[in-house]
């Protein structure tokens, strides 16, 4: 089993997350509640490709990589493909 990476800072300068949500999304209200409380995460999460086995068997196919942001009123989420923004290189590393 591949070792987890609890040794690498897999969190996003917390700046770098605003600068994006603020060029790609402005000022929104949540389409959910309709107020302004948008907070966001430095985590980097992941989304993995169905495995019709049900399990986790390490054998995860396609990964992609997610920030997420989610309204502090009512926890709508949006979740955004972290190497899409940017946020993330194609080796799974915090881009600087
Ligand atoms: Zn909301």
Redesign the pocket.
Known sequence: MAARREERDMKIDDRKIADFIGRKLGIRT?E??G?NAWTHDPTVYELREWDDTGTASGDYGAVVPLVTLS?G??G?MKLFNAATAGLVDEAGNITA
């Open positions: 949540c959910a509640c107020m309204c009123k009512c709508n």
